[in-house]
C-alpha cells in the first residue's frame, strides 16, 4: 500500500498547468489524501496494542484482517464509481443477492466446483452493476436516485426470492467455508484475494487511459465529453466492474459468515461510501485512489474492533466514524484550496 | 454526484407536491372512513368472518418463521376466515407502527405481536383497540396496558435459569462468562439477563458476568461482537447468547477460531441452526421451546378474546386446540410450555 503519488492529472487540475507547478509538491498535496488514514490506522493499532496487547495475537490479527476483507473489496468498487462522480447505493443489496445465490447454488448442486460458484457470483455482481450502469448513463438521472431505487428493488428481489429460507455454513462445502479461515505467509486467503484485488484496480486506474478517463469525467464531465472520452462507456464500465467486485464479497460473504438470507448486506451501502470517503475519494469525484479507500475500509473495521477489545461502548463507535467523514471532508476541502492557491500564484508568474 | 441538478424545475416541483399533497389527503379521509365502518362491523363479530394478522418483529427470520407457521396453523383451527403475516424487514422500534396503523384501518379483529419495543407500539396499538380489535402479544411483550394477553414461550424466570444453569455445568461452576444479547432494547431478552444476574448472584458466586453486548441480531455485529469479547476478557470461559441470531453467529466465529472446544457457548438457538456447531463440538448443549406452540397458542387466546369467551383476566382459560387448556395468570400472561435442552444426542430429533 505505497502508492505514494498517482501520475499526473491530479485532482481538481487540469493536467498541463499541474506539470508546471512542480511534480513533487504536487506530490505533497496527493500524498495528503491516503497520508492521515494510513497514520491514523497506525495510530489507532498501536494505541489499542498498547492497551491490550491481544489485540495483535495471532489470532486477533487474522480476526483484523479477514473482517476488512469484503469490506476492501467494496470500497474498491465503490471509489472507481466515485471517482467518475456518481454514486452506487445498491452494493448492499447487490451483495446481499450474490451471497444467497452462493448459498442456493451449494445447496442446489451439492458437488458443484468451488471456482464455477465464484464464476457465476462474479457474473451475476456484474449483470445487477451492469444494469445500475444502464440506467444512469441511458436514463441520464443522477446516479444517487437511480441506485437508491435499485437498492430497493435487488432488495425486494432477495426477499421475495429467498423469503424466510436460510443458508447456513454446513450447506456449503467445508473447502469453501476454508477459505476464510486457511491462511498463507499469516495472510487469510481471501485477505490475499481482497489485496490483489487492490493491486490490479489501483493500477488500471493510475497507468490506464481507461483509469484516466474516470478522473477526468469526475473532474468535469463535460470538459471530458468535449475532449472526446466516451464518458458514457466509461461510466457504464465503472458501475459493471463494481458490481463484479460487490459480487465478488458476496461470494466471499458466503464463504466468511454462518447464514445468508434475505436480509443479508443490508444497509451496508453507507459503510461502504464512508470507508471511501474516509479513505480520501472525493465525493464529488476526479480525485483520490483506490489504495485510500481500501485503507478508509480497514480503518472502519478496525475502529469497530478497536473498540470492542478497549471495552468501549460500541455505541460511540458511530459517532467517531462520523468525525472521520468530516476530517476527511475538512482535509480534502484544505487540499483543493491550497491546490486552487497554487494554480493562481503559478500562472501569474506564468504571464 | 449531481444531487442538485434539476434547480430550474422549483415551480413544476411545487405544483407536483402539492398535487400529491392533495390526493394523499383524500386517500386518508377515504381509507380513514372505511376503516371506520368496517371495523365497527368486525367489531361486533359475524362468526366465521374474523380475521387474524400476525405482525413479527421482523420478516424472513428463520425463528419467526417457525412460529408464524404455528400461528397460522393455529389460526385455521381456530376458526378464522382469514390469517396474515406482515411486519416490517428490520426489528428496529418504530418499524411496526405502519403495520397496526393498517390493520387498524382494515378493521381487523385480532392483532397478534412480537414488539420490537415495548412502549413504541403502544399508542398504535390503543388505537386499533379503540377500533374494537384484540391484541395478543406474543414472543415479547408490549407494555401490559397496551394488550390483552401476553403468550409467553416459557415463564420468562426458566428460560433464564437453564441457561445459566446450563453454563454453569458447561465452565464447571466458576470463571468469567458474558452476555451477547439482541439489541439494547429487546424486551424479552433483557428480562431473561435479569433473572440471570439474578440468579448469578445468588446460586454461582464464583461465576461472574463480566460483559453484557449486543449483535443487534444482526450476523455482521454478532460476529464482531464475539471476537472483541474474546479479546478484551482473556480469561472469559464461556458465553450465553440468548438470541438465536447471536448464538448462531457466535459459534461461527468460535468453530474457526482457535478459542473452538475452549470457550464454552450456550443459550438459544434454533436446532437446525446449531446443528453443524453441536456436532463440531464447539457447542455442547443449548435450550428454546417449540416456537410453533407459540404461535399456535398465540391463534387460540386471540379466538377466544374476539369471541369474548375470555378477556385476558388473571384465571380465564380456553382452549388451545391439540395443547389443550390454557390458564390466563397474572399481568394477562400465558404460559406455553417448559423450554427444551438440545445436545448431540437429541437435536436430530427436531426440524426447526
Do not use: H
Given at each position: ?5 498517482p ?11 499541474a ?15 491516503e497520508?492521515p ?16 496487547p ?12 479477514l473482517n476488512?476483507t469484503?469490506?476492501i473489496?467494496?470500497?474498491v468498487?465503490q ?12 452494493v ?5 443477492l450474490?451471497?444467497f ?15 464455477v ?7 451475476f455482481g456484474?449483470?445487477?452493476g451492469?444494469?445500475n ?8 438521472v443522477?446516479?444517487l436516485?437511480?441506485?437508491l ?15 424466510g429460507t ?5 450447506d ?7 477459505l ?11 485477505t490475499l484475494?481482497a489485496?490483489?484485488?487492490v ?5 488500471v486506474?493510475?497507468g ?20 472526446g ?6 461510466v457504464?464500465?465503472?458501475f459493471?466492474v ?14 466468511r459468515?454462518?447464514?445468508v ?14 470507508a471511501a ?8 469525484g ?5 489504495v485510500?479507500a ?20 460500541k455505541?460511540?463507535?458511530q ?33 | ?6 434547480r430550474?424545475g ?7 407536491a402539492?398535487f400529491?399533497a ?8 377515504a ?9 365497527s ?9 374474523q380475521?387474524?394478522t400476525?405482525?413479527p ?20 383451527a ?6 396474515e ?14 403495520f ?6 382494515a378493521?381487523?379483529n385480532?392483532?397478534v405481536?412480537?414488539a ?7 399508542s ?6 379503540s377500533g374494537?380489535a384484540?391484541?395478543v ?7 401490559p ?10 415463564v420468562?424466570k ?6 445459566t ?12 462468562i ?13 428480562e431473561?439477563i ?19 453486548v449486543?449483535?443487534d ?18 480469561d472469559?470461559?464461556?458465553?450465553i ?5 447471536g ?7 468460535l468453530?474457526t ?10 443459550g438459544?438457538?434454533?436446532p437446525?441452526e ?35 369467551d ?5 384465571g ?7 395443547l ?9 400472561i ?7 435442552v438440545?445436545d ?9
Amino acid at each position: 500500500m505505497t502508492q505514494t503519488a498517482p501520475p499526473s492529472p491530479a485532482p481538481n487540475a487540469p493536467a498541463p498547468t499541474a506539470r508546471r507547478a512542480g511534480r513533487s509538491r504536487f506530490g505533497g498535496i496527493l500524498r495528503l489524501r491516503e497520508l492521515p488514514v494510513a497514520f491514523a490506522l497506525i495510530v489507532l493499532v498501536v494505541v489499542t496494542y498498547a492497551a491490550n496487547p491481544l489485540f495483535l495475537s495471532p489470532q486477533g490479527t487474522k480476526d483484523l484482517l479477514l473482517n476488512s476483507t469484503i469490506m476492501i473489496i467494496l470500497a474498491v468498487g465503490q471509489a472507481i464509481v466515485i471517482i467518475t462522480r456518481n454514486v452506487d447505493l445498491s452494493v448492499g443489496s447487490i451483495l446481499g443477492l450474490v451471497a444467497f445465490g452462493t448459498g442456493s447454488l451449494f445447496a442446489t448442486f451439492p458437488g458443484i466446483p468451488i471456482p464455477v460458484v465464484f464464476l457465476i457470483g462474479l457474473a451475476f455482481g456484474m449483470l445487477l452493476g451492469a444494469i445500475n450502469g444502464l440506467l444512469v448513463t441511458i436514463a441520464k438521472v443522477p446516479a444517487l436516485v437511480i441506485t437508491l431505487g435499485t437498492l430497493y428493488i435487488y432488495r425486494g428481489l432477495s426477499n421475495a426470492w429467498a423469503g424466510g429460507t436460510q443458508y447456513f455454513a454446513d450447506d456449503r462445502p467445508e473447502a469453501f467455508g476454508n477459505l476464510s479461515v486457511d491462511t498463507f505467509l499469516g495472510f487469510p486467503v481471501i485477505t490475499l484475494l481482497a489485496l490483489a484485488v487492490v493491486v490490479i484496480v489501483a493500477v488500471v486506474m493510475a497507468g490506464t487511459r481507461g483509469g484516466r478517463d474516470l478522473y477526468a469525467i469526475g473532474s468535469d464531465p463535460d470538459a471530458a465529453k468535449l475532449f472526446g472520452i466516451p464518458v458514457g462507456r466509461r461510466v457504464f464500465t465503472a458501475f459493471a466492474v463494481n458490481g463484479l467486485l460487490a459480487g465478488l464479497a458476496g461470494v466471499l460473504y458466503a464463504s466468511r459468515f454462518n447464514s445468508v438470507g434475505a436480509t443479508t448486506g443490508n444497509g451496508l451501502e453507507l459503510d461502504v461510501v464512508a470507508a471511501a470517503v474516509v479513505g480520501g475519494v472525493a465525493i464529488f469525484g476526479g480525485s483520490g485512489s483506490v489504495v485510500g479507500a481500501a485503507l478508509g475500509a480497514v480503518l472502519l473495521t478496525t475502529i469497530t474492533s478497536a473498540l470492542a477489545a478497549m471495552r468501549v461502548d460500541k455505541f460511540w463507535q458511530q459517532a467517531i466514524v462520523g468525525v472521520l467523514i468530516l476530517a476527511a471532508i475538512i482535509i480534502d476541502r484544505v487540499a483543493s484550496l491550497r491546490t486552487a492557491r497554487r494554480l493562481r500564484i503559478s500562472e501569474a508568474r506564468d504571464v | 454526484m449531481e444531487l442538485f441538478r434539476n434547480r430550474a424545475g422549483g415551480r413544476r416541483a411545487r405544483r407536483i407536491a402539492t398535487f400529491a399533497a392533495v390526493t394523499a389527503t383524500v386517500a386518508l379521509i377515504a381509507t380513514g372512513c372505511a376503516a371506520g365502518d368496517s371495523g365497527s362491523d368486525g367489531g361486533s363479530g359475524a362468526d366465521g368472518s374474523q380475521t387474524i394478522t400476525f405482525i413479527p418483529k421482523q420478516l424472513n427470520n428463520p425463528y419467526t418463521d417457525v412460529v408464524l407457521g404455528g400461528g397460522e396453523e393455529g389460526a385455521d383451527a381456530a376458526g378464522f376466515a382469514s390469517s396474515e403475516v406482515v411486519g416490517p424487514l428490520d426489528a428496529s422500534a418504530s418499524s411496526q407502527v405502519s403495520f397496526i396503523n393498517a390493520e387498524t384501518q382494515a378493521g381487523t379483529n385480532v392483532i397478534v405481536i412480537a414488539a420490537n419495543d415495548p412502549d413504541a407500539v403502544c399508542s398504535a396499538l390503543e388505537e386499533a383497540r379503540s377500533g374494537g380489535a384484540k391484541i395478543v402479544a406474543f414472543d415479547s411483550d408490549t407494555n401490559p396496558d397496551c394488550r390483552d394477553v401476553f403468550i409467553s414461550q416459557v415463564v420468562a424466570k426458566d428460560v433464564a435459569l437453564i441457561q445459566t444453569k446450563l453454563i454453569a455445568e458447561q465452565i464447571g461452576g466458576s470463571g468469567q462468562i458474558a452476555i451477547l444479547s439482541a439489541t439494547a432494547n429487546a424486551t424479552n431478552q433483557n428480562e431473561w439477563i435479569k433473572y440471570m444476574e439474578e440468579d448469578l448472584a445468588a446460586n454461582y458466586p464464583d461465576i461472574e458476568l463480566v460483559a453484557k453486548v449486543y449483535g443487534d441480531d444482526d450476523d455482521t455485529k454478532s460476529f464482531q461482537e464475539a471476537q472483541g469479547l474474546m479479546q478484551a476478557y482473556p480469561d472469559l470461559k464461556g458465553i450465553i447468547s440468548p438470541t438465536t441470531v447471536g448464538i448462531a453467529a457466535t459459534a461461527r466465529y468460535l468453530s474457526t477460531s482457535e478459542y473452538k472446544g475452549k470457550v464454552a457457548l450456550t443459550g438459544l438457538g434454533l436446532p437446525n441452526e446449531m446443528r453443524p456447531f453441536v456436532k463440531d463440538g464447539t457447542v455442547t448443549e443449548f435450550a428454546l421451546w417449540d416456537p410453533a406452540q407459540l404461535g399456535y397458542v398465540a391463534a387460540f387466546a386471540g379466538k377466544a378474546l374476539a369471541d369474548g369467551d375470555i378477556t385476558g383476566a388473571e384465571g380465564d382459560t380456553f382452549e388451545a386446540g391439540d395443547l389443550g387448556e390454557r390458564e390466563v395468570g397474572a399481568d394477562g400472561i400465558v404460559i406455553v410450555g417448559p423450554p427444551t435442552v438440545f445436545d448431540a444426542d437429541n437435536i436430530d430429533d427436531y426440524d426447526f
